[in-house]
């Protein structure tokens, strides 16, 4: 789905992924799935102004599998992103998105919290 939403020089700008190009977003949203394979996300909010899109996200999985050469926890965690996407001619151009990556990380059980 990314891929078609986005610009072949989307830029990316967030605390987990730097990826760019044609396949910034999709390459940023995959490296969860392997740790993360019941990863959801839901828009809970979204406007727009211009060419702006804002969005309030809902993410939520279970860590069943290797996350960054992390081994499972078993442990489930949900958390909220706001998104800032610049869209040019229909298709992504940038991608801002501040997520709390601290939070998601207590709840596995991985920093104490």
């Known amino acids: 789905m990314y891929a078609t939403l ?19 977003l999709q ?3 995959l490296c969860l ?7 959801t996300e839901t828009v809970l909010e979204q406007f727009e102004d211009g060419n702006k899109v804002v969005s309030r996200v ?14 499972p926890t078993g442990r489930s965690f949900q958390n909220e992103s706001i998104v800032i996407d610049t869209v040019v ?4 151009a940038e991608r801002r998105e501040v997520s ?9 059980g991985l920093i104490p919290g």
């Open 33 to 39: 799935l392997p740790g993360l394979p019941t990863f």
């Open 89 to 92: 001619n229909g298709k992504i």
């Open 100 to 108: 709390d990556m601290l939070g998601m990380l207590q709840q596995l």
């Open 27 to 29: 390459t940023a949203r």
């Open 6 to 24: 986005q610009r072949g020089s989307c830029r990316l700008h967030d605390q987990c992924a730097r990826a760019a190009g044609s396949r910034g």
């Open 58 to 71: 809902a993410w939520s999985g279970t860590h069943t599998g290797t996350l960054n050469g992390i081994p």
